[in-house]
């Protein structure tokens, strides 16, 4: 038995751990943690341990393209070469542009951190469409928006294990992030001071000096009453605040508006508690700050975000040893986002202003954006209402919409609605079921890529473990390919996507760094870095310095300072006064993926949710009952497992998310019944700035699930997961 062994890198989830990748005999047969991966450090999970065999070698993969042969969801596929597939697809393309012009075409990837971004969106607007739509006004949309305002788009990365007290803000690392749970446990070890704002008592809160266990929704106020806090008790380094923050007393004077007092009402965290953490945190002598995705996914998320910025900057742990880290990159490297944002790859301004939630959302969609992406609750909108404008195609590559975004049943229609939909995808998942067209993608194990890696920071590299099986072909290929049909045909309106394959794109990204693709064997590339770079070159704001009083915000009509705005939960009742958070995660599970794995099936059989025992009682709820849950401004019911927990709330309930089952019938692998998305509103309610809809924290209301409800729900066909599992 040969065996030989390919450094690369995890991306089954974001946190990108370094792997290790054993073959023998042709055959992936084990993948480990890299223990020299300056990032992860040999640490690694069960799904990078396992997901990409699985995906690799699963038995109903598809190998080579399909075309659907029934009703759309009927699920009838017959095989056809890609020479077809792509001139059909090609050549429709271009009769819908002829009748609705390039921008009825709308394409959505799961985010901007892969190449398939850079493919997906070039792919669009050579075409001449500007609707590109990624799933991160769902993920770390506010977030990141937040970053571009005040210029601190920071994190602690491996700082983390160098800091004296460490804030954890909405993350729950022992359950989404090995990384930061490894490191956040050692710096712990080593006498560091934690605090956890969470609602939930996740493993993290029990480890914490100071667990505040804030009213879901409500962390703006929180933020702002520590903000309070610093400047009463003096805690403000005035050196760096004076010589870098703009905005300083106009900041004061709004969080003065949250002394602790009040802010206990709004929170629910005991006042003492405020005081104690604001000086925890401003009297060690290095702190760092993570922001989770906790305070994403609301409708004041973007202000949360930059009232906790305003933490790090008024003490001044910002990019030194132990604080939070400015992103650091190899010089001359071209990230992903990067490119998408670049000048040379944008359609004319007049035709980028075109794009879905531009008129509501500037700040998600336009230039000066984060996102620069569509809207997407507004795109659906636009494919069922024509409003502004028909959506008649879609390409969905590397997400599975119909199971992570909410409104479930809106997207349904939506798919129904559209001309044409191609779906690339390496298993059928319920997204590909309403496709016209699936077009075979390769798993992590067949692709190549380098990405930068901010948090060790480095460059990491995915290594090429073995050549794509059948007929697959990588994102990066398929648009190229794409892209080439459409141009013979005189079907583009730019030509933005200039490479003739993946490693052209690769050696692109690479060309002004002095390393080529050849020499990253080791699966990293380290460079050497300087704290306190901003001495030299400022912040990234129109000011340079660190705006605590956003002038961009002001620019386009927002209010510059942070405020908080109380969650719609808060103020309607009508029935429904239960708050349902969502997407909580588990560690076996990522999202809508691994339903068709056997191993991550073996831990976690059915959809569940947690609820507080006192409210189980009330309901005559108990542990394993299937339970229905109804969200204010949903459409549908769902049905949940329940699962008795002090972890959470009283008066609360907490579920993950993207449940579907290969081995249910219909072409939405019982989504609609099972899957939170299908009661969860996509809006109307989003931030104002960055559009992300209030989707983690919702009013519900919930029963028991009736006799007859449990007959039709079929959970006896889900408890044991048939063959169509690998
Ligand atoms: N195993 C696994 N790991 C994953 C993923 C996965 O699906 N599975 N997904 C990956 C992705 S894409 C993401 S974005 C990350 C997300 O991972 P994290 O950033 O850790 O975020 P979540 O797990 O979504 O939520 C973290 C915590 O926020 C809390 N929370 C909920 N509402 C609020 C609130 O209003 N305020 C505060 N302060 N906290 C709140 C929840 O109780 C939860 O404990 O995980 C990544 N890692
Ligand atoms: N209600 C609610 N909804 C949420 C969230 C929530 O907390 N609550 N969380 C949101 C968040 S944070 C996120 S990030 C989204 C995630 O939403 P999605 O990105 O849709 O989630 P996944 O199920 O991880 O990925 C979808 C598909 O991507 C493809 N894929 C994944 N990885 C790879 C890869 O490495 N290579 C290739 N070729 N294909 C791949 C697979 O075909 C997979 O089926 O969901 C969001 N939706
Ligand atoms: S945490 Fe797990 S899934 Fe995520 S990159 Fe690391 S090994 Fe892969
Ligand atoms: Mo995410």
Redesign the pocket.
């Given at each position: 038995m040969t065996e030989r062994i390919i450094a690369s890198t995890c991306r089954e989830?974001?946190?990108g751990c370094g792997s290790l990748i054993h073959i023998a005999d042709g055959k992936v047969v084990k993948i480990a943690g890299n223990p020299a991966h300056p990032h992860s450090r040999g640490g690694f999970c069960a799904?990078g341990m396992n997901a990409p065999i699985a995906s690799l070698y699963h038995p109903k993969r598809p190998l080579q393209p399909l075309r659907r042969t029934g009703e759309r969801g009927e699920g009838k596929f017959e095989p056809a070469t890609w020479e077809e597939v792509l001139a059909e697809i090609s050549e429709r393309l271009i009769n819908i542009k002829q009748e609705h012009g390039g921008r009825s075409l709308a394409g959505a990837v799961s985010n901007q951190y892969y190449d398939r971004g850079v493919a997906m969106s070039l792919l669009l607007r050579s075409f001449g469409s500007p609707n590109y739509m990624i799933n991160q006004d769902l993920?770390?949309g506010s977030r990141s928006t937040a970053g571009l305002m005040t210029g601190l788009a920071a994190e602690p990365g491996s700082e983390l294990r160098r800091s004296d007290c460490i804030l954890v803000?909405?993350?729950?690392?022992s359950?989404?992030?090995i990384v930061d749970w490894m490191d956040i446990r050692a710096a712990k070890q080593a006498g560091a001071k934690l605090i956890v704002?969470?609602?939930?008592e996740?493993q993290l809160a029990k480890l914490a000096d100071i667990w505040l266990a804030?009213r879901?929704?409500?962390?703006a106020a929180l933020a702002l009453s520590l903000v309070n806090e610093l400047f009463d008790q003096q805690l403000i380094n005035k050196d760096f605040v004076e010589k870098w923050c703009v905005g300083v007393d106009l900041l004061q004077a709004r969080a003065s508006k949250y002394p602790a007092g009040d802010a206990e009402e709004i929170t629910g965290v005991a006042a003492h508690l405020i005081k104690g953490a604001a000086k925890m945190f401003a009297s060690s002598k290095r702190s760092s700050m993570v922001l989770?995705?906790?305070?994403d996914a609301?409708a004041n998320g973007v202000y949360t975000a930059m009232a906790f910025h305003a933490l790090i900057a008024l003490t001044g742990n910002v990019d030194r040893e132990g604080s939070n880290r400015l992103a650091k990159y190899l010089p001359g490297f071209r990230d992903y986002v990067s490119i998408v944002r670049d000048p040379r790859f944008r359609m004319p301004t007049a035709r980028e202003a075109q794009i879905i939630g531009g008129d509501k959302y500037p700040l998600w969609t336009g230039a000066r954006s984060w996102g620069s992406a569509a809207h997407n609750p507004s795109v659906i909108n636009a494919i069922l209402t024509e409003d502004p404008y028909p959506i008649k195609a879609m390409y969905v590559s590397g997400v599975n919409i119909l199971c992570t975004y909410p409104g479930m049943q809106n997207t349904i229609e939506a798919f129904k609605k559209l001309d044409l939909l191609v779906v690339a995808t390496d298993h059928i998942t319920p997204t590909a079921e309403y496709a016209d067209y699936v077009l075979p993608k390769t798993t992590l194990l067949e692709e190549r890529a380098v990405f930068a890696e901010v948090l060790a920071p480095c460059l990491s590299v995915v290594n090429r473990a073995l050549a794509p099986l059948g007929q697959v072909k990588s994102d990066m290929e398929i648009a190229i390919a794409l892209t080439a049909y459409l141009r013979e045909k005189g079907g583009l309106d730019f030509d933005l996507l200039p490479w003739k394959h993946e490693l052209e794109f690769i050696e692109y990204q690479l060309e002004n760094t002095g390393l080529r693709y050849e020499q990253l064997e080791a699966g990293f590339s380290c460079f050497d870095f300087e704290y306190g770079t901003y001495e030299h070159t400022g912040f990234k704001t129109p000011t340079k310095k660190i705006e605590l009083w956003s002038s961009v915000l002001d620019e386009f009509g927002y209010d510059p300072l942070p405020d908080y705005h109380a969650p719609s939960y808060a103020s309607t009742s009508d029935g429904y006064d239960l708050l349902l958070?969502t997407?909580?995660?588990?560690?076996?599970?990522?999202?809508s993926r691994f339903r068709n794995h056997a191993w991550a099936r073996r831990g976690q059989r059915y959809p569940q949710v947690k609820l507080h025992p006192s409210l189980a009682a009330e309901y005559e709820i108990a542990d394993g009952d299937w339970i229905w849950i109804e969200v204010l401004g949903g459409s549908r019911r769902v049905y949940l497992h329940a699962k008795l927990s002090n972890e959470v709330p009283p008066k609360s309930l907490?579920t993950g998310m993207g449940w579907w089952f290969p081995e249910l019938s219909g072409a939405d692998r019982g989504a609609l019944r099972f899957n939170v998305e299908a009661a969860i509103p996509y809006g109307p309610i989003c931030d104002p700035i960055s559009g992300s809809p209030e989707s983690?924290?919702c009013a519900c209301r919930i029963g028991r699930a009736t006799v007859e409800e449990m007959q039709i729900l079929e959970v006896d066909a889900i408890g044991r997961p048939s063959d169509s599992v690998a």
């Open positions: 989830c974001f946190v799904k993920c770390t803000v909405g993350r729950s690392p359950e989404a992030n704002i969470d609602p939930r996740t804030v879901p929704g409500t962390d989770g995705h906790g305070i609301q958070m997407g909580i995660r588990v560690m076996g599970l990522h999202h907490a983690r924290n």
